[in-house]
């Protein structure tokens, strides 16, 4: 299986919420960014969490954000960023 | 954020106060409780840590706040062994009752 | 049962168990014990094995790092073979973050209290409490500031919440001064803090 996205690809991450287990923090949710690494195939959380056997595993891709576009009100330096690994089913192309 | 939290756990970028630096030694209590749940895993009646944080964030926002780590750890694997049939809550209680009854013993 | 009143000796003074989720931690140990699912020695040895990891096996990869730049260039990019090589299990798949010139770096995870244990120790409170998990995603620098950690504005911050199974772990910046030091003087600067990213190492 090969990887949907790749290094600079930008990406955002989906807004919903399943009633399930799930590893996508509420703050990032409906974000787009840049993926900075591939960090590797690892099992579904919303099925391991449940007792089901996590297949089949999902690239996670480290995802770079913005903390500017996180919070409108971000008190920082402007290339300040945040990192966050998100499982392939939470992410869509997302325009430049 | 658009997103509503997924559960108690989910809490990144609220409102929250001071940091509370005071170091904390882990307390024997504690070293079982995590040796028991690594324990889990090696033995296989834990399938995945996946699953003690579903048990972890299940326990509601009430229980998730009043509890210490390591106790909202024990309440999740209670709640998981009681689900996979390996310790019943009846005989947890029991158990329970019988350690509160010896250490009152003289 | 003898081993129901087995005092650790080096935990005596701790106090007994005795809310309600610590007689639960107690009663699910002894059934589990008795159903056979895992003995006395192995519990031992597991505390043992928790006990044994502290910052002191991040501090030496630290060191390591910073006079041995092959070492470093491994480190940075095939972690765990690099760090198995100085006989560390680091257990999880690492990942170690880079301070430069124009990257701070700082490690949380919001969602529970991920952590490269058997290179750091355990958590200390503070990393598992809510006022750090919620805080420092949202507002690093004046949660860095409340460690005594100024980062001048031309230098980026990057948060890492740790989601998935990677661990993450901060290589610092190698101290001004330190040159011709040895590896042991150095790892002596590398506090676990500087591992997390949130202080920098000083010199004494």
């Given amino acids: ?96 | 954020m658009t997103a509503h939290p997924s559960g108690p756990h989910d809490i990144g970028g609220l409102d929250e106060g001071p940091i509370d630096r005071a170091e904390h030694e882990l307390t024997f209590w504690e070293l079982r409780v995590d040796a028991m749940v690594r324990l889990l895993f090696k033995a296989g009646v834990l399938s995945d840590f996946a699953e003690l944080r579903r048990a972890t964030e299940a326990l509601g926002p009430h229980a998730y706040e009043a509890l210490s780590y390591f106790e909202r750890w024990t309440a999740a694997v209670a709640d998981l062994l009681d689900e996979k049939g390996v310790v019943s809550n009846e005989e947890l209680a029991a158990r329970m009752v019988e350690i509160r009854r010896r250490a009152a013993a003289p | 049962m003898a081993d129901h009143h087995h005092p650790h000796p080096s935990r005596a003074d701790d106090p007994e168990p005795t809310t309600h989720h610590q007689v639960m931690g107690l009663a699910l140990r002894e059934l589990l014990i008795e159903k056979g699912i895992y003995t006395a020695d192995d519990e031992r040895a597991r505390i043992e094995m928790l006990e044994a990891a502290s910052p002191a096996n991040g501090a030496r990869i630290v060191a390591r790092a910073w006079t041995d730049p092959a070492f470093k260039a491994r480190l940075l990019t095939d972690p765990n073979p690099a760090i198995e090589a100085l006989g560390l299990d680091p257990f999880n798949a690492i990942h170690v973050v880079e301070n430069t010139e124009t990257v701070h770096n700082v490690i949380v995870c919001t969602l529970c209290s991920c952590y490269p244990r058997q290179l750091l120790g355990p958590q200390p409170a503070w990393y598992k409490a809510r006022a750090y998990r919620a805080r420092v995603v949202r507002e690093p620098r004046q949660v860095l500031a409340e460690f005594g950690t100024h980062v001048p504005d031309d230098v980026v911050v990057r948060v890492h919440d740790s989601t998935a199974e990677l661990r993450y772990m901060v290589l610092p910046r190698r101290p001004a001064g330190t040159e011709g030091w040895d590896e042991a003087a150095l790892a002596a600067l590398v506090t676990r803090d500087s591992l997390i990213g949130v202080t920098v190492p000083t010199m004494p």
């Fill in chain 1, 1 to 96: 299986m090969t990887a949907r996205f790749a290094v600079g690809d930008r990406v955002r991450i989906a807004d919903r919420t399943p009633p399930a287990h799930q590893r996508t923090p509420a703050y990032v949710k409906g974000q787009a960014g840049v993926v900075v690494y591939l960090c590797g195939a690892e099992g579904q959380p919303e099925s391991l969490g449940h007792g089901g056997d996590g297949t089949p595993p999902m690239d996670v891709y480290r995802v770079r954000l913005a903390q500017t576009d996180l919070w409108p009100d971000y008190r920082g330096s402007r290339g300040d960023t945040l990192d966050v690994e998100i499982f392939e089913h939470w992410l869509d192309p997302a325009e430049r």
